[in-house]
């Protein structure tokens, strides 16, 4: 199963601290995608997956959406 | 600031720099961001990085290590939310902590004025510190008449300052195309009815109005009803880029743009031709008009890359005589010795700074969301080579 987190127009610390609520209720099968607006999400991400040995970060892309802005979208799993 | 749960970017360069001190400074952006960029004071600092998302996963074990590090902490991030959230959990555990207000994007935008000359002359020499990035632009006033050098993007700072001293812009100057920042320089006068120059040199073509200057020109500001005036003389340098203009006011104070800093000199490669440059900058440090200055010349450079190159009144400046004798970038004896030494002092540019070159050429307006994200981190605008052994 995919769950989408639209974290879009948030601030840090709000992307991660709401993708970790929502992995807490996925199982271990689960993806979790996560768009955000801030460019900062993109390291933070991978910071967050390196320092937190139960977090797998699949994979991270960039999209544009209608109005032309930019979202990062990030791939993110339970490891347990 | 007392109770206070945040600190201002203003505030704490007041206490960084002002008075010296060196508080605790909790960084809670990731690894790469901090090991790019931090708070610097004019003393060394010990900072501890910890990134905001262990607070999230672990705040017991996070809170615990900053408190066996110590207490009554600065807490930064990027832009000041996360670092925000980080200082109440700290807080709340009974610990000391402030947040600086709009984090590291801005620190890099603080600008603070320090006065340069004594008053004794009859007009005003300004250096606008934009010390988070270390960056210095400049403001020359007299009667009622302003000329500024190297503005910034952030236009209200000089339009602020200008109105508190009823002073109107007649002149806005660029010592070169920036590569490191966007240039306010062009929107500054326009916005003021003033002529704007910058020069790029042949070959680039400058999508902006100026008003060209050529080296040797002087500019006469102020003077009007008995008061005082002050001239600024032209003085062409190529090299840090093929357009490069110095400006030297009064006789005095050489503006010197990128072309020669308080420690080191501008880097010839950021146009890609390092050779072609490098050879141009060695002869304006050593055959033009600019070698035939005299030792008292205060040099006022565009940047500093440390600190420490504030005196202690807080200006970054320095005799050119002291640099003539202490740099060992102009203790190269040729060209080739001096293109050989350019190519090793110098590591690749960041990737941003083709756009601000880009954009510093263009006309079109770069959005403020988009302008912060290319500006962000400190100038690498300087070559230094080091010290040749003595004796």
Known sequence: MEKILDARGLKCPMPIAKAKKELESLGAQDVLKVLATDKGSVLDMQGWAKANKRINLIKQETETDESGREIYVHYLARLS | ?391
């Open chain 2, 1 to 391: 600031m007392g109770d206070s749960t945040e600190i201002t970017p203003r505030e704490l360069f007041e206490r960084l720099v002002t008075r010296g001190e060196t508080p605790p400074i909790l960084d809670v952006r990731n690894e790469d961001e901090f090991a790019a960029w931090k708070i610097e004071g004019i003393r060394p600092l010990a900072h501890l990085n910890v990134p905001y998302f262990g607070f999230i996963d672990e705040p017991e074990r996070s809170a615990e290590q900053v408190a066996r590090a110590g207490d009554n902490w600065i807490a930064v991030c990027a832009k000041g939310d996360s670092s925000a959230f980080v200082a109440e959990i700290l807080r709340e555990r009974g610990m000391r902590a402030v947040n600086l207000v709009g984090g590291m994007e801005a620190w890099g935008n603080l600008h603070v004025p320090v006065r340069v000359d004594d008053g004794s002359r009859g007009f005003e020499l300004w250096q606008i510190d934009r010390y988070g990035k270390g960056c210095l632009s400049y403001a020359l006033l007299a009667g009622g008449q302003a000329i500024i050098v190297d503005a910034s993007r952030h236009l209200e700072v000089y339009e602020t300052f200008l109105r508190e001293r009823r002073a109107r812009v007649v002149q806005v100057l660029d010592t070169h195309v920036h590569a490191d920042h966007l240039s306010g320089g062009a929107e500054l006068a326009r916005r003021a009815g003033a002529p704007f120059f910058v020069a790029t040199g042949a070959g680039v073509d400058l999508r902006r109005a100026v008003r060209p200057l050529v080296d040797g020109t002087e500019l006469t500001l102020g003077g009007g009803a008995g008061g005082a005036a002050v001239t600024v003389r032209v003085i062409a340098t190529p090299g840090h880029t093929p357009g490069s203009m110095c400006y030297l006011v009064d006789g005095r104070w050489l503006l010197s743009g990128d072309t020669i800093f308080v420690s080191g000199i501008g880097r010839p490669d950021l146009g890609g031709q390092v050779e072609v440059w490098g050879r141009a900058l060695f002869r304006t440090l050593h055959e033009g008009p600019l070698s035939a200055l005299p030792d008292d010349v205060v040099v006022l450079p565009a940047h500093f890359a440390s600190p420490t190159e504030l005196d202690r009144r807080g200006v970054v400046e320095r005799r050119l005589g002291d640099i003539r004798a202490a740099s060992p970038e102009l203790a190269l004896p040729t060209e080739a010795a001096f293109v050989e030494a350019m190519r090793r002092a110098v590591k690749a540019p960041p990737d941003v700074y083709g756009k601000i070159i880009a954009a510093n050429l263009s006309p079109a307006d770069v959005p403020d969301e988009q302008a912060s994200e290319w500006e962000l981190g400190k100038n690498q605008c300087a070559a230094s080579v080091p010290a040749a052994p003595r004796g």
